[in-house]
């Protein structure tokens, strides 16, 4: 089992996701990415947060509920490995 580090993540979420929503949920993702290679701890949490905020305003309408689950998931476990 191979455990991705909190940068790789947000890296590969934000790939999955580059043009859904016009692009600003891979925005969001490659913000925080940026901010954790600062070291920027907290602001790269806020950025997910913001994140997860964003795919919730968006459950049932440009994402499926089961979709958005996956995503909010997705965030989670990325704020897990941050430490927020």
Do not use: P, W, Y
Not at 34 to 60: D, E, I, T
């Amino acid at each position: 089992m191979t455990v991705l580090s909190a940068a790789q993540q947000l890296s590969s979420l934000a790939a999955s996701l580059a043009g859904v929503g016009g692009g600003s949920f891979s925005s969001q993702l490659t913000a925080a990415e940026l901010q954790l290679a600062s070291g920027k701890n907290q602001a790269a949490c806020n950025n997910v947060a913001a994140f997860a905020n964003h795919v919730r305003a968006q459950a049932g309408k440009l994402f499926t509920t089961s979709e958005a689950t996956d995503l909010l998931a997705a965030a989670d476990r990325i704020r897990a490995v941050i430490g927020c």
